[in-house]
């Protein structure tokens, strides 16, 4: 009985150490899993302990230890975050303008005790959109509405420069700082509209005025011309009766030539040719049709009308006459 009493102790004692080493196996396990924790790629830690409050040490990336229960890590991105802010402002000519900014941020990774003790992790959130709106009244106040859109990029680099030394002062690094968006009131862009408009009609009526002075110039150059053939024409038809002579021969040709495409037959007298020499009145009716025809004459013109009573039926042909006629009566006949 004795004997059966102490090999039960024995096994009782061997199920407490096995239960004993089990739970401090567990007991190990787990504080190595609190202890231990990963910082991802692109971020940095501090711990913060509940004794002595943030510690000054800045954690790279990887797996780091720290105390279970006495530490707390706090992580940071320290990678560039783009954001975008919008900021009303004025103008110098007190023009409202709205001007949209993307700021690519991120936090000095040496800095991030200090950031979290001054700002705490959601630091962009409390510095950019106020550094953002100082720094962009200040700027635009010092341009036109009209330098704004002229000199974009000029303003552009003054806020960069002015936005990175202030975020500086924050432990803030700006990686880059762009003008994506600038408009204007809705009553400004209908000014600016109606500006360009009424400068393109002005242009527009420039044009137009010059083109009416030269067309002027044209026509007064065209009727002196035309002035100056008339008055050519007529001393050459005062000096020389043969100038007349030939120019009444080739008004016949042209009027027999025009009336051999008809399809009638037409009987043309000699009168109304021009050619009947022998008439006194031949040179008064050439001369009578006018100082203008005379000149559509001696261009090749016609100046003369058929005679409108006899019946036209259908022609062919007319012969151009080669020599002078004698006889008032002769007739040009155009057979089929």
Known sequence: ????????????????????????????????????????????????????????????????????????????????????????????????????????????????????????????????????????????????????????????????????????????????????????????????EAKQIAQQEAQRAAILVERAVQERQQKIVQAEGETRAALMLGEAIATNPGFLKLRRITAAKHIAETMSKSQNKVYLTSDSLFLNIRDTLGDDALMSVGQGDLVDVAMGGVATPVAADVEPVAAEAIPVPEVVFTEPEILAEVAQ
């Open 1 to 192: 009985q004795h004997y059966f009493i102490q090999s039960n102790l024995s096994r009782d004692m061997a199920r407490i150490a096995g239960a004993a080493a089990a739970a401090g196996l567990a007991g190990i396990a787990m504080l190595a899993n609190n202890a231990l924790y990963t910082v991802e790629g692109g971020h940095r830690s501090i711990l913060f302990s509940r004794l002595g409050g943030l510690k000054d040490t800045v954690y790279k990336e990887g797996l780091n230890f720290k105390v279970p229960w006495l530490h707390k890590p706090i992580i940071y991105d320290i990678r560039a975050t783009p954001r975008r802010i919008t900021s009303p402002t004025g103008s110098k000519d007190l023009q409202t303008v709205n001007i949209s900014l993307r700021v690519l941020s991120r936090p000095d990774p040496n800095r991030l005790p200090t950031i979290c003790r001054r700002l705490g992790t959601d630091y962009d959130d409390r510095v950019l959109p106020s550094i953002v709106n100082e720094i962009l009244k200040s700027v635009v106040a010092q341009f036109n509405a009209s330098q704004l859109i002229t000199q974009r990029q000029m303003v552009s680099n003054m806020v960069r420069d002015q936005l990175v030394e202030r975020a500086r002062d924050f432990d803030i690094i700006l990686e880059d700082v762009a003008i994506t968006d600038l408009s204007f009131s809705a009553q400004y862009t209908n000014a600016i």
